[in-house]
């Protein structure tokens, strides 16, 4: 008997080494199944997973506090205040629950009897994928009055789970680790991916608190999200740079629904707020999941919103009856920001990136939910109510001019591409996957780009002037705007209603302006036009920036082309510490790496004391006074402190020594050398400006990307929007960084 049962252990034992290994390995060789990509997408939702864990644990009311660090070596702690993961046997695996967890798939949600994970990222894949995909994983939980520690390599376990010491009341679960790198090509977390993933995590889960750190960076960043307010916050934050036309208006409800499979229960709650602006924002959720592509929390809210509207507007007289009938949904959604947010046991999401919900009952309750509190809300606010729908007859009346406007420059071909316009020097290949359109400033560089191109893929679209701010101009103003239409016509997708992108002539769109201000604000001008208004060509990477050379740099008869300031200093430094000696404070004869270094340093004090100037501030005073907080004052601390390591002292610097240092290595840098620095696009020559920054074997361009959209809306609106005040702070917080706007 008792030789049995041994073997049923055994055998059990084995059977669930084997479910490990088959698991493991099936994640680690197929891990775009697992978490969609490999790349830095895949690399973050590895945090999110795990995240998600604890995001759960809030829910269900047991944790309060989520820690988030990237670590010194590039590893990333989660530590959360939960119960923590259980580590008794689990009664079929014969292995602690916790290693069961971390190393079965699936094997997370279901542990506690109820499948009801609400929260689990896009792929819900659980914490056991990151362990597979994780070079080391470590985790602490502290539960029944013991730490516990467990440690894994690639999903297997290389350290037993032990108890390494007391915790008195305290509960959790800390997880640590390090992404396998030769699996994924990005290599590093990123503090702004996960910065916008965690604050808005925060906002859907009201109340919990996620701390977030940086140790790896130099900038040491640190942040807390914590909104009593939830969603209702995020549309203020949303709104941030907007001027608002009403109230925040919250809405929340739960209602049961019946599938074969037994009842469960739809949660529902949104937030909304009208602004002075053009655009819509609508951000819908389903379980903390973005829902890109909308689904049938979005269908119900709308539909609710526009006949809600229509019904208290006829009414209350404030809508006539002729205008009823030509009244759109999209009209009553001009200048409207909204979260939708719902909770739904065993979610179905479709569409092309597995973001769209699916599940058909979600519409009725969402609408049910909106149409009662909407209209609830107007009868205790009729002024408010009266400024929206009025403002709401008036984009009815834009679209109305808007559609005239179209037909008009549809009889003139702008549509249709048939008639091409007549600035646009076309390219003879028809493939758009092999065609490029640069959009350039000005007349003189258009007539460069265009004798210097390739004339077989490369088409030259000349830009004369400013491009319309279609931050501040409703669609009619738009598209009687001569630049716009060109660019649409040139661009070849339609617009508006007709607007189909598989249509683009080209799919590479480069923007090619000068390196100073007035290049800098056509550019921030033509990425307001793309990001608003053909937004799936930045989606889809279709929108490029030009990197023309800033330097022209001689030696000898051979020119050599150098793209930023920061690439120029470097060249001068390495040529000028060439048979150089350089010397810390203490006397002591610098390394060439470090002398480097000094000098680089050197080179940056320099450059941000130059910028603080120009503003207006002494850099040594600046300094001095500790009462000063700003953006300058601090990027100057941090340079000070590093020059310490070298024995250095900010005297030093002020007194002229180290400047002179500076100077004399330059100096030596720049013996035999003649540095010209272009001012424009136009200075080129066609053959120049080919070999610089068209020829596709040797030019570099920046691909816009839309990392994180709440940010990029935030930032057009602030750069392109009406308030001023927020964007004179903003440009005075990042005059000293501009360089790394990054979008
Ligand atoms: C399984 C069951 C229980 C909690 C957890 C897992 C859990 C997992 C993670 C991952 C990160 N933090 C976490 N916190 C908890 C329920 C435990 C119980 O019933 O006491």
């Given at each position: 008997m008792a030789e049995e049962v041994n073997n049923q252990v055994e055998g059990n034992y084995s059977a669930s080494n084997i479910q490990v290994l088959e698991g493991m390995e099936a994640v680690r060789k197929r891990p775009a199944m697992y978490i969609?990509?490999?790349g830095e997408r895949g690399y973050h939702h590895l945090v999110y997973e795990v995240v998600d864990n604890s995001i759960d644990e809030a829910l269900a009311g047991y944790c309060s506090m989520i820690d988030v660090i990237i670590n010194k070596d590039g590893s990333l702690t989660v530590n959360d205040n939960g119960r923590g993961i259980p580590v008794d046997m689990h009664p079929t695996q014969h292995k602690p629950a916790v290693e069961v967890v971390l190393t079965i798939l699936h094997a997370g949600g279901k542990f506690d009897g109820s499948n009801y994970k609400v929260s689990g990222g896009l792929h819900g894949v659980g914490v056991s994928c990151v362990n597979a995909l994780s070079d080391w994983m470590k985790v602490e939980v502290k539960r029944g009055g013991k730490l516990h520690h467990i440690e894994f390599s690639r999903g297997h376990v290389t350290k037993p789970l032990e108890v390494v010491g007391d915790c008195g009341e305290e509960t959790g679960t800390k997880v640590t680790f390090f992404p396998d790198h030769t699996i994924f090509s990005c290599h590093a977390f990123k503090w702004e991916i996960l910065c916008a993933r965690l604050r808005e995590l925060a906002f859907l889960n009201k109340g919990v608190t996620i701390h977030f750190r940086d140790d790896e960076g130099e900038a040491h960043h640190e942040e807390t999200f914590h909104y009593e307010g939830g969603i209702d916050e995020f549309v203020e934050y949303l709104n941030t740079n907007k001027k608002p036309l009403s109230p925040v208006i919250h809405f929340e409800g739960q209602k049961e629904s019946e599938r074969l499979d037994g009842k469960y229960l739809i949660q529902a709650e949104v937030s909304m707020q009208y602004n002075d602006s053009y655009s819509t924002l609508e951000q819908t959720y389903c379980n903390n999941i973005h829902t890109i592509e909308g689904g049938t929390h979005l269908s119900g809210f709308r539909r609710a919103l526009t006949s809600t509207i229509k019904s208290y507007g006829e009414r209350n007289k404030i809508i006539k009856e002729k205008e009823l009938a030509s009244l759109s949904g999209d009209d009553m959604r001009e200048g409207l920001t909204v979260i939708v947010s719902v909770k739904v046991p065993q979610p179905q999401f479709e569409g092309q990136t597995k973001t769209k919900l699916g599940n058909g009952e979600v519409d009725g309750i969402v609408a049910a939910i909106v149409s009662d509190k909407l209209n609830t809300f107007f009868e205790e606010n009729p002024a408010v109510a009266k400024t929206i729908i009025e403002k709401t007859l008036l984009a009815a009346r834009a679209r109305e001019a808007a559609r005239a406007a179209r037909e008009s420059t549809r009889r003139k071909g702008v549509m249709d591409g048939l008639s091409l316009p007549g600035k646009l020097r076309d390219c003879?290949?028809?493939d758009p996957a092999k065609t490029e359109l640069f959009l350039v400033e000005g007349d003189s560089a258009g007539g460069s780009a265009q004798t210097g191109r390739d004339r077989a893929t490369q088409a030259i679209l000349p830009l004369r002037g400013k491009v319309l701010n279609v931050e501040k101009a409703r669609i009619d103003r738009m598209l009687a705007n001569a630049e716009i239409r060109t660019l649409i016509t040139a661009i070849g997708c339609g617009f508006g209603e007709e607007w189909d992108v598989s249509k683009a002539r080209y799919h590479k769109i480069v923007i090619m302006t000068d390196a100073d201000v007035d290049g800098a604000h056509i550019r921030t001008l033509l990425l307001t036009f793309f990001y608003r208004k053909m937004p799936e060509l930045i989606e889809k990477g279709y929108v490029y920036l030009a990197q023309p050379p800033l330097y022209k740099v001689e030696r000898k008869k051979k020119s050599e082309y150098v793209l930023t300031d920061a690439e120029l200093t470097e060249k001068l430094l390495t040529l000028g510490l060439d048979d150089f000696e350089v010397k810390a404070k203490d006397g002591r004869v610098l390394e060439k790496e470090e002398a480097k270094s000094l000098m680089t340093l050197l080179a940056e004090i320099e450059e941000t004391s130059k910028a603080l100037e120009a503003r207006g501030y002494k850099a040594e005073e600046l300094l001095k006074d500790e009462t000063q907080q700003g953006g300058g004052a601090s990027i100057l601390r941090k340079l000070f402190s590093s020059l310490s390591a070298f024995g250095y002292e900010a005297q030093d610097y002020f007194g002229g020594e180290l400047k002179k240092l500076l100077d004399d290595v330059r100096a030596h840098g720049k013996q035999g050398l003649s540095v010209y620095r272009f001012k424009g696009l136009g200075e080129m020559d066609a053959e120049e400006l080919y070999s610089t920054t068209m020829d596709p074997t040797k030019r570099r361009m920046l691909r816009v990307k839309l990392n994180d959209a709440v940010a990029a809306d935030q930032m057009f609106s602030l750069l392109m929007g009406d308030e001023v005040e927020p964007r004179r702070k903003f440009i005075e917080d990042n005059a000293l960084n501009v360089r790394n706007l990054d979008f």
């Open positions: 969609g990509d490999t003879s290949e028809r």
